[in-house]
């Protein structure tokens, strides 16, 4: 293995080799059930901007990977 893939494999550990790619939240604006999409690849920790796809206002995404490939997810309002 290379410096860089040990570094990788530090960062995400492999665990059973599944993680997380959709959670179901619910939009801050109008309370309404949403599963949304989300990427490991992208790091074990993320925050980015998605707009609810019930009433179109936008959301803070952040998701924080566990471990074993779970995925904490939150939506906050995008003026907060």
Known sequence: MTQESDAL???F???DGTAATDAVVYCP???ESV???IDPGSGP???YVEDCEVCC???T???QYRADGAADVSVTPLDE
């Open 29 to 31: 604006y109008c309370n």
């Open 57 to 59: 206002q936008p959301w």
């Open 45 to 47: 920790t993320q925050q």
């Open 13 to 15: 550990p492999r665990g």
């Open 61 to 63: 995404v952040s998701v």
């Open 35 to 37: 599963e949304i999409s």
């Open 9 to 11: 494999d530090e960062e």
